[in-house]
């Protein structure tokens, strides 16, 4: 199963994650978001590690033009969109990026919203399903109703996000099935501060799932 820890900002802290045994690392490319990183601090992160990890950029509504710059400066193999961003959009930027892995995060907010993943199927790699905040595009805290997932089979392979935890992290697993799962606000201490015991525990309890 992949696990993606997202929201890294410090060298150090991603490195030590990845060792941890995360698959992947998330990076925050949207202005305004307190764990917001630059191409270039991305691209020190991406210098600093020891092991092999995937390296995913976070966007909201950017143009194509502005994200194959973005992984032109800073290193990252894979894009996740995590707005409003239409299928047409994800094929344009498929076509700008035939290596990249493209990403599309749906905020469910009610169960109508995942009727949306089918027209996303042939233009995406991954799915991601996270929680809506009326406010906020990610990062919220907020756990989805996974009762409500439990029919939500796609063709291609998706991740879970949304207010997961070290401590509920099992729950979900146990009513669910997905090709992995993404933390970030519950493995923390502050916006962008990853709390390493957090991250070790998380480990400890996923044991042989990962
Ligand atoms: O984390 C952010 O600040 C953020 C900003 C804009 C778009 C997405 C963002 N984060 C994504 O939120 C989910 C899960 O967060 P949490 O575990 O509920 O805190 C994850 O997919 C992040 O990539």
């Given at each position: 199963m992949r696990v993606k820890i997202c929201g890294i900002t410090k060298p150090e802290q991603g490195n030590a994650i990845a060792k941890l045994g995360a698959t992947a690392l998330g990076f925050i490319?949207?202005?305004?978001?307190?764990?917001y990183v630059t191409p270039q601090q991305i691209q020190v992160v991406v210098n600093h590690l020891s092991v092999s990890v995937d390296r995913i950029g976070v966007f909201a509504n950017t143009s194509t033009e502005e994200i194959t710059q973005i992984v032109a400066d800073s290193g990252i193999n894979a894009v996740q969109l995590h707005s409003n961003e239409s299928p047409e959009f994800c094929q344009k930027l498929r076509q700008a990026l035939p290596e990249i892995e493209i990403i599309k995060a749906l905020r469910i907010r009610?169960?109508?919203?995942?009727?949306?993943a089918d027209s996303y199927l042939s233009c995406v790699d991954t799915l991601l399903l996270d929680a809506y905040h009326r406010k906020m595009?990610?990062?919220?805290g907020k756990t989805l109703d996974w009762q409500r997932l439990?029919?939500?089979?796609?063709s291609i392979p998706w991740l879970l996000a949304g207010g997961l935890t070290p401590d509920n992290v099992l729950d979900a697993l146990t009513l669910l099935e997905p090709s992995g799962i993404d933390l970030s606000s519950g493995v923390e201490?502050?916006?962008?501060?990853?709390d390493l015991k957090k991250v070790t525990r998380l480990f400890e309890k996923l044991g042989s799932r990962v």
């Open positions: 490319c949207v202005p305004g978001s307190p764990r009610t169960p109508e919203c995942l009727n949306q595009l990610g990062g919220t439990q029919k939500f089979r796609p201490r502050t916006p962008g501060d990853k």
